[in-house]
């Protein structure tokens, strides 16, 4: 019968292997909309950061649409748009051009592909001078020329059609040039090698596969700028983003790079350097070792209590990814004193961040008793995650569902205690009837354990849990409903002969389960308010 069937269809409980969890979501591959959004004002801003070679940074580039008059920015230079093609195109071709006429044809390409929303790359891909932009950049008896054909092909890698410029050859070459003897060059080579990384895993390897690692870390430890030292950090944190992830013999070798810049003043590098420990670390645990033995723990720590979130949140990351991994990595994370940070992270503005918080003291909930101790010890903190899972947004309230849940899974009786005097039962029962069968199924073996340490019956009668429990048995999961029948079944009186009794009923393309008939006879004795049809489990 179906009955039967669904009773033999249950697995188990959470097992160890899921109470520790690593964030899915913090694997940030690059969505098309967010990448065009950071690579476009890398684009738009890419002359301010220009130095020693003239680059007209101050040109504001306007459309010049269909209008054969020479259009001209703010600055009386001459604005290049898809009109000029015709004029500039044979000048890249005719290898009898000189120097001069040839610098001018690839800056006019350069500021073609330089305006910030939609730059016509397609038409300068279309009409082949892509290939000559390559060309150019062997020319290393012409420094300015190099830096202005990296320019041109950076800003056709901002777009969608970066593949384009691997395809056609042009990495080898911007690797070479990391080491060019002019820093401006090194560093448009960085940048372009870094919009091509970002764009998918296969090219990211691609870039690595070409060697590029090391000469960007020598740009990294030896920056001839401020510019340069941000950009090629930048570079660094592509390198070592994505999944599946690099080759931690590849990137590995960065770890002691971006350790450092934890430690330097630069906070922009600083962002990006944490960011890219967050990707290093987000992993096996060999890879969350790396990046521990590196030292950085305390200074990251430190960084939580940053004012600014766009520290905050890559450093909490990391730590994040650091306390999914072994018991022994958990316990580093915990003496450096995460802790006494918790209590703000939780109350912060962004609901981001006291998301990934949950999600950190969930994994720190799935480690040993010793842990659980310590983490219970916050009561304050403790009190904050449960009201969370009754009354945050719901991507905070299911991480603080973990929370609660993993200390009552996995922790001792005096720990279950604890949780119930901190009225953990209310907020697990208000948590039965979202949408996510995950967290319904992790709640019901919180409250399995909770109820196998002390007869806490009528503190889930009061919390409304019975009602809640009753639903369940409707429920579509059936993992969900054989949890609820487990449960109703040792706790609330409900014998196997009674268990029997629930007849299934289809009704279109759902079962629901009523009582027979001697149950019925009994309906009279149900307690005020207890529905006909339906069991009193308060008794």
């Known amino acids: 019968m179906v009955l039967e069937s669904r009773k033999a269809s249950f697995k188990k409980g959470i097992d160890s292997t899921e109470s520790r969890r690593r964030r899915d979501d913090t694997r940030l591959t690059l969505r098309k909309n967010k990448r065009e959004e950071g690579l476009a004002k890398r684009r738009a801003m890419g002359a301010a950061t220009v130095g020693a070679i003239p680059s007209n940074s101050t040109e504001q580039l306007i459309s010049a649409e269909n209008d054969s008059t020479p259009v001209v920015g703010v600055s009386g230079k001459k604005v290049f748009t898809v009109a000029d093609i015709p004029s500039l195109l044979p000048v890249l071709t005719n ?99 870094g919009n091509v990384a970002g764009d998918s895993t ?17 740009n990294v430890a030896h920056p001839a700028s401020k510019s340069c030292l941000l950009n090629a950090v930048w570079t660094l944190s592509n390198f070592c983003r994505g999944q599946p992830q690099p080759d931690l013999s590849v990137v590995g070798q960065a770890i002691p790079h971006l350790a450092a810049i934890l430690q330097g003043e630069n906070r922009d590098a600083m962002m990006d350097a944490c960011w890219a420990l967050s990707y290093l670390s987000d992993g096996s645990d060999d890879r969350v070792q790396a990046v521990i033995d590196a030292g950085v723990v305390p200074r990251l720590v430190f960084l939580l209590s940053d004012d600014d979130t766009s520290i905050v949140t890559p450093a909490l990351r990391t ?56 983490l219970l010890e916050s009561r304050q903190e403790i009190m904050a995650i449960v009201n969370a899972m009754k009354a945050e947004v ?63 019956i009528s503190f889930i009668d009061e919390a409304g849990g019975i009602d809640q429990l009753e639903s369940l048995l409707d429920h579509e999961n059936d993992e969900v409903y054989q949890k609820a029948i487990e449960i109703i079944d040792e706790f609330f009186g409900v014998d196997d002969d009674v268990a029997d009794e629930l007849v299934p009923e289809q009704s ?15 309906a009279g004795e149900a307690p005020q308010g207890q529905p006909l049809g339906m069991f009193n489990f308060s008794g």
């Open 394 to 456: 719901w991507y905070v309230r299911k991480e603080a569902a973990w929370v609660i849940c993993n200390i009552a899974t996995g922790g001792s009786d005096y720990h279950v205690r604890c949780l119930v005097d901190l009225f953990v039962i209310d907020a697990l029962c208000d948590i039965l009837d979202v949408a996510d069968a995950k967290i319904t199924l992790v709640a019901l073996d919180a409250i399995k354990s909770i109820l196998k340490v002390g007869d806490y």
């Open 202 to 218: 296969a090219l990211r390897d691609f870039v690595l596969s070409a060697g590029a690692m090391e000469p960007l870390l020598l």
């Open 95 to 193: 290898q009898a051009s000189d120097n001069d006429s040839l610098l001018e044809a690839v800056k006019g390409f350069r500021r073609m592909l330089s305006v910030e929303t939609n730059p016509p790359v397609k038409e300068v891909l279309d009409c082949g001078a892509m290939t000559y932009f390559i060309k150019l950049l062997e020319r290393t008896d012409f420094e300015m020329i190099q830096f202005e054909a990296a320019w041109a092909l950076t800003n056709i890698a901002s777009t969608e059609h970066t593949a384009t410029v691997a395809d056609a050859g042009a990495i080898p070459s911007l690797v070479q040039l990391l080491r060019s003897p002019n820093a401006d060059v090194r560093e448009q080579s960085a940048w372009c090698l």
């Open 508 to 522: 279109e393309n759902t079962y629901s389960f009523g009582v027979s008939n001697n149950m019925k006879s009994n």
């Open 319 to 374: 730590l994040g990814n650091m306390v999914s991994g072994t018991d022994v990595q958990t316990q580093a994370i915990l003496n450096a004193g995460v802790l006494e940070h918790v209590g703000s992270l939780l109350a912060h503005t962004k609901k981001n961040v006291r998301r990934d918080t949950c999600w950190l003291l969930s994994n720190i909930a799935a480690g040993t008793h010793g842990q659980i101790s310590t």
